[in-house]
């Protein structure tokens, strides 16, 4: 029996393929053109609409140029192709974002693409440039390779030198003070104040978030010889009595004497940074646990013992992130001394920094490899003490997470 009925089913006629996926199908394929014809014809209208709009004065008769049909031409085959590009690309993207292997790829690329283009690209191509002696106006046929020519030529340069002298400095006449007065006051902060926290902090972290030119020209008119807040400032206090002696009995030429100018130029850094620091070492104060501060409160600890033996010790983590921005942003400093103190640095170069040393050199002596090279120099430098610093604070702990 059972041979009998596969003998049976096997000499049945097959039954006719099905067509309802070919005509489901070409109705889908069908419904796919309309939409790209739609697309382009939407695009297209939009962009000779634009080109019209943006070019009615090339339509009058009397406006001279070419004829108003090969214009009008002209832009209808502009607008056509700009309208199937964008029909191509859309497909593109559908057909790409389609699979789900492609689409986390196909969203994350702008960054890729981006960062190439503006982030890596200009990294190489210093780099490249650095072994070169290139006068940008002669295009990028001027390039001549020298070697390490431009190496040799900045370290043997008495500016260069001038300018890592007065960047190591304002790095840390403003550099230290942002962290002895930050970590504190973060500490006053985080205990004296529980309600009025976040706005104080805020008002403190204000300056960061303000533009540096701005900063820097009101800092210029402060510093003012004959008519700044700060002279007259000290020309008040230089009259009380008891304490007038300790006060200049003169007015001071903070932005003209090279004395004065790296130490203007480095209050206005500090002022800057101490709000960012403060708000960096509050953030780590928030996180220790509250049952440490109330063990050192019933051990009898004072105030200034708490934050000796148990703050200092469980903020060196945060210390080593802090004081490593600020080695690599105080070496790096360009805005403020550029705008108090001018291109040049001031009188006799005395604010003179690498940053600035470079743009000038770039850009006024149009020697792009010298300074594509003094920047290289610069990254080595900040590289090493940024290991030194790591190093450092490794062999006292710093680099262990909070308990």
């Not at 890596?120 to 002696?133: D, G, M, V, W």
């Not at 390039?143 to 400095?169: Q, R």
């Amino acid at each position: 029996m059972a041979q009998t009925a596969t003998q049976a089913a096997q000499a049945a006629p097959s039954p006719p393929p099905e067509t309802g996926g070919t005509a489901a199908d070409a109705a889908a394929r069908h419904r796919g053109v309309r939409r790209q014809l739609l697309v382009a014809a939407v695009l297209t209208v939009v962009v000779l609409a634009g080109l019209i709009v943006n070019n009615l004065g090339k339509l009058h008769p009397e406006a001279g140029g070419q004829p108003l049909v090969l214009t009008l031409g002209k832009w209808l085959g502009i607008a056509v192709g700009a309208g199937i590009l964008g029909t191509l690309a859309l497909d593109l993207l559908r057909a790409l974002t389609q699979f789900k292997r492609t689409a986390p790829y196909v969203f994350i690329s702008p960054f890729f693409i981006i960062f190439a283009v503006f982030g890596l690209f200009p990294i190489l191509f210093s780099a490249y440039l650095s072994f070169q002696r290139w006068d940008p106006a002669t295009g990028l046929g001027g390039m001549k390779s020298v070697g390490f020519e431009n190496y040799t030529f900045t370290l043997g340069d008495a500016w260069f030198w001038l300018s890592i002298k007065n960047t190591f400095w304002v790095a840390v006449a403003s550099g230290l003070p942002q962290h002895l007065v930050g970590m504190p006051l973060a500490y006053f902060f985080h205990v004296a104040y529980k309600r009025f926290r976040n706005t104080i902090t805020g008002a403190y972290f204000l300056p960061f978030i303000t533009s540096s030119v701005a900063i820097s020209l009101i800092f210029t008119t402060l510093f003012s010889k004959d008519f700044g807040v700060v002279n007259a400032t000290l020309d008040s206090l230089a009259r009380m009595p008891g304490i007038g002696h300790f006060f200049p009995q003169q007015h001071i030429d903070w932005l003209g004497k090279s004395p004065y100018t790296k130490p203007a130029v480095s209050f206005v850094v500090w002022w800057r940074y101490l709000g960012w620091n403060t708000v960096l070492y509050l953030s780590a104060l928030q996180a220790i646990s509250a049952d440490l501060f109330e063990a050192a409160d019933m051990d009898g600890a004072s105030r200034w013992q708490t934050f000796r033996h148990v703050v200092i010790p469980l903020l060196r983590p945060m210390m080593l992130f802090a004081v490593t921005l600020t080695i690599i942003g105080n070496l790096q400093l360009f805005e403020e001394p550029y705008i108090i103190l001018g291109p040049a640095g001031g009188v006799e170069r005395s604010g003179l920094t690498t940053a600035m040393y470079m743009y000038q050199t770039g850009f006024d002596y149009n020697d792009f490899g010298t300074a594509c090279a003094i920047s290289w120099l610069l990254f080595i430098l900040i590289a090493i003490l940024t290991f030194a610093n790591q190093k450092l604070f490794a062999r006292h702990g710093g680099t262990e997470g909070a308990a």
